[in-house]
């Protein structure tokens, strides 16, 4: 593992994975922060990180993905039960269609689209982190948009 002033690298079995910009060791970019923290993006390793609901973040609970603390106003979750402690994060997926992953929908994670309470079946997704914070959705699967 290797660090810079502006970037650092992640090495994971002898192959680099990415180069992330931090800012001050945090990767919310955030001056308080006192250690290096290294974070994994989905897809950079062979094992992706998932999100874990609910988190500690600034020690206010988090039941969903959040743009708080980012000045870049991406979507991220804790990786751990407690950011606070330990500093892993992921980002979520905001799809080219709106889709939001992970979304919670009655209080369960998806990490993609379902059919979970579709009267005709039909594969759908939150375009919230948390479905009932806005009650926005859309079919998956190239259909129609929801509501």
């Known amino acids: 593992?290797?660090?810079?002033?502006?970037?650092?690298?992640?090495?994971?079995?002898?192959?680099?994975?990415?180069?992330?910009?931090?800012?001050?060791?945090?990767?919310?970019?955030?001056?308080?922060?006192?250690?290096?923290?290294l974070l994994e993006?989905?897809?950079?390793?062979e094992e992706t990180r998932k999100c874990v609901f609910p988190f500690i973040y600034n020690g206010k609970s988090y039941n969903?993905?959040?743009r708080d603390g980012r000045e870049?106003?991406?979507?991220?979750?804790a990786i751990t039960e407690n950011y606070?402690?330990?500093?892993?994060?992921t980002f979520c997926t905001v799809t080219k269609t709106g889709c939001v992953f992970?979304?919670?929908y009655k209080g369960k994670s998806?990490?993609?689209c379902t059919t979970m309470d579709h009267n005709e079946g039909k594969t759908w997704?939150?375009?919230?982190?948390?479905?009932?914070?806005?009650?926005?959705?859309?079919?998956?699967?190239?259909?129609p948009k929801g509501y």
């Open 125 to 143: 997704c939150a375009t919230t982190p948390d479905y009932k914070s806005g009650l926005k959705w859309r079919l998956c699967n190239g259909e």
């Open 110 to 112: 998806y990490e993609s």
């Open 84 to 89: 606070d402690v330990d500093k892993r994060l």
């Open 1 to 37: 593992i290797f660090s810079t002033i502006n970037t650092f690298l992640l090495w994971r079995r002898k192959r680099r994975l990415e180069v992330l910009p931090f800012k001050d060791s945090d990767p919310l970019g955030s001056n308080n922060s006192k250690a290096l923290t």
């Open 41 to 45: 993006r989905p897809g950079t390793t």
């Open 64 to 66: 969903s993905c959040t």
């Open 102 to 104: 992970p979304f919670i």
């Open 72 to 77: 870049d106003g991406k979507l991220w979750c």
